[in-house]
């Protein structure tokens, strides 16, 4: 199985700053990685799909990067709206998916 | 506009079966190229895949999870169905239904999500 390790766990962020995401997977998953945004009491949202694709809808601000184990996902101006937490999910052995643990932003 | 709405008992008692529909609207569960999944995810905790059907029928399961699992699709009712056999506390989750394009390996449309509440 291919395990997705997100760090950090937390952070604690202020509106406007530039955030990064790491997602580390256990194996080489060539680009195969996808980025989700999850509210509270709300599914989660596709942002960004083959590590640097940005999903139709989503804000520019929002940029994925990497290939191989090594992944970000980079907020380049923090809004109000961005916190939230966020999942990796890889799917090289697709459909056979699984997630990270997720990273959940706060409000520094 | 395609959606997704879940559906089933919001409590099952333990040992018994979990069993959960998702009515897809505004397309067809037919529609080549695409997979229709299963995601739970516990109570403050993180996502799950459970299974996914392809459109061709073909199912897939997470090979870890512990309870027997099946899905399957009713094309007549444009409907898909997670049934989760012989359920403990462990199971207690928000289950999401989800639309997931082959070209993006990954789900790009979600149900709301169901929670279900596994207790005698």
């Known amino acids: 199985d291919i395990q997705m390790t997100q760090s950090p766990s937390s952070l604690s962020v202020s509106v406007g700053d530039r955030v990064t995401i790491t997602c580390r997977a256990s194996?080489?998953?060539?680009?195969?990685l996808n980025w989700y945004q999850q509210k509270p009491g709300k599914a989660p949202k596709l942002l960004i799909y083959a590590a640097s694709s940005l999903q139709s809808g989503v804000p520019s601000r929002f940029s994925g990067s990497g290939s191989g184990t090594d992944f970000t996902l980079t907020i380049s101006s923090l809004q109000p709206e961005d916190f939230a937490t966020y999942y990796c999910?890889?799917?090289?052995?697709?459909?056979?998916?699984?997630f990270g643990q997720g990273t959940k932003l706060e409000i520094k | 506009q395609l959606q997704l709405q879940e559906s089933g008992p919001g409590l099952v008692k333990p040992s018994e079966t979990l069993s959960l529909i998702c009515t897809v609207s505004?397309?067809?569960?037919?529609?080549?190229?695409?997979?229709w999944g299963w995601i739970r995810q516990p109570p403050g905790k993180g996502l799950e895949w459970i299974g996914s059907?392809?459109?061709?029928?073909?199912?897939y399961y997470n090979p870890s999870l512990k309870n027997p699992v099946t899905i399957s699709v009713d094309t007549s009712k444009n409907q898909f169905s997670l049934k989760l056999t012989s359920v403990t506390a462990a199971d207690t989750a928000m289950f999401y239904c989800?639309?997931?394009?082959?070209?993006?390996?990954?789900?790009?449309?979600w149900g709301q999500g169901t929670m279900v509440t596994v207790s005698s």
């Open positions: 059907i392809y459109y061709s029928g073909n199912t």
């Open positions: 505004g397309g067809s569960i037919s529609s080549s190229g695409y997979y």
């Open positions: 999910q890889q799917s090289y052995s697709t459909p056979m998916y699984t």
């Open positions: 989800a639309r997931g394009p082959a070209r993006i390996r990954g789900f790009d449309i």
């Open positions: 194996q080489s998953i060539s680009s195969y």
